[in-house]
């Protein structure tokens, strides 16, 4: 235990001689480190946010989309693309015992003009349950009735961008839009939602009667999806699966035929997008863990040259009773010295780092304590690995040659 | 004069391979030295004593033969038991004094100390500060090598070899990096601390300083020539009073 800490001492003041050459050597460990940890932080900052914009999406939401059929493995080609009609969701809505909410989802866009701006955006045509299922709350104004949306009424409801640009401080309620040369009254502004996980701004968007836009502005009588709202999160798979049934009986699916439509729920979708961000993550630490490695170079090429520098002092601590075994801790110390405090540094600098990014940018990272104690482990992993065959080289030099050497 | 040997040397060889040439640096020496003796090895280079120097000081093993140190055969021992011997019995002091850079005189002095596994001195402080003391630099305790003259390098350095008490002192040309005024004040302290009962060796090639010491070996082409008692010794102190008188 004395031993070790003369040792440590030493190898300190080793260090501490060589203060610039010191520095330089630990510098690939510094980046490495914190370069692992920003980047897994960062990778699972933004998987979280991802999560929290996915719940933020809607309470127990069941997304139905469609989807090619197959028979036995066989695809039955764009023919038998089958997409949904207002019967499927008028089915659900009456059948489902589990589901609460549900909506026809119709999409659209195009040029808006208004108060002498103009604006593209997206329109969705939705049912009233819609600002459930998603969560919207109104800035001021009202949302659609089912009345509206059956009578094919040309109400609009403003996302708040959309509001911003065509109106800019003036409340919108009650003024009138054209959507395609096709007017229609606002009667609602949404209350700011910001970004999505993928950056999308949620706000750029107009929401109107599902009736209204299938017939007015597309003139189709195809849905692009069905948005719905289990009771609970517990029967969440229930409701799925009554879904299901309905929608096969709907599409005249017969027994053993495969679905033609895909039905997921808020729980999978956010399961998907963390996999990918997940993978991203152990992506981005594997390129900065290969860093960690180059440093690990550079303190085996430093203290390669050290070694030679320094044959003479090993010759000397050999003729006065240094086992091998003790000039190979000594210089296994000292490069796992300049490796871990290249680790300690790296960590500071990447806790400032990650404070910088979270107060200046939009970028979100999280130092997570286990990514901080595997990369400071790791960092004195490498100072071991790269630094035992230079100290191995010390403690087998041959005294006599070490203690003439020049 | 002759006590119980510390050195027993019977038929030691020692052949190196350069290339395919076998070198045969000793072949078949053998010595005696008694504790508390002084004597030089002299020989001119490639005679063998810097050889049998490394052998005694068990940086190096024989090829064949037998050596004992202390009573005990120390010819054939693995790496660390020579490394331990060299810690427990030898003290070094080399040409180019080998002192550490950087480094203060007392932490040099401390430095066999700190590889001492049988933990016999049980404050390497003091036993550093007095081994400063008996070579007479107990003012330059906290210096460093460059801040030293070479005489006051080689005094720390013979501080170092003392440090263990060893059973001998090994000096391979002490005087050599030295002037002659220094050279006989560094002779001045091997006499003052072989007057202690020490047991001093020294490799040198010159007659001069032999001359310091109590017995002579001279060796030749890895062979003993003579091995003889010093007729007329000199006195370090009376000869560097004569030097003071002479230059003032």
Redesign the interface.
Known sequence: MKQLK?LLKASFRSIL?NRMRSLLTSLGIIIGVSAVIVMVGVGEGSQKRIAQEISALGDNMIIVFPSFSQRGGVSRGAGSFNRFTMDDVEAIREEARLVRHVSAVVMSGGQIIANGNNWNTQIQGVDPDFKFIRIWKLASGDFFTERDNRSRKKVAVLGHTVAENLFGTMDPVGQKIRIRNTPFKVIGVLEKKGQDARGQDQDDIILAPSTTVLNRLKGDRFINMINASATSLEEIEKAQNEISQILRRQHKIEYGEDDDFFVANQTAITEMASETSRIMTMLLGAVAAVSLIVGGIGIMNIMLVSVTERT??I????????????ILIQFLLEAVVLSLSGGIIGILLSAGIALILNTWTDIYAVLKPVIVIASFTFSGAVGVFFGFYPARKAARLN??DA?RYE | MMMKPVIEIKDIRKTYHVGEIDVHALRGVDMKVGAGEFLAIMGASGSGKSTLM?LI?C??EPTSGQYFLDGIDVSDLS??AY??I???KIG?V?QGF?????TTALENVE??L???RTHRIRDPGSAATEALERVGLADRMDHVPNQLSGGQQQRVAIA?ALV?RPSILLADEPTGNLDSRTSVEVMSVFQELNAQGITILIVTHEQDISRYTRRIVTMRDGHIMSDEAVKKRLDAKTVLDTIKDENG
């Open positions: 003369r001689k003479r002092e010759g000397i601590r050999m003729s006065v009773g240094a086992r091998g075994s003790d005294p006599i203690l | 490394n000081g940086l190096d790496k660390n490394a331990d060299r810690n427990q070094f080399f080998n002192l550490l850079p950087r430095l066999p700190f590889y001492d170092r263990n």
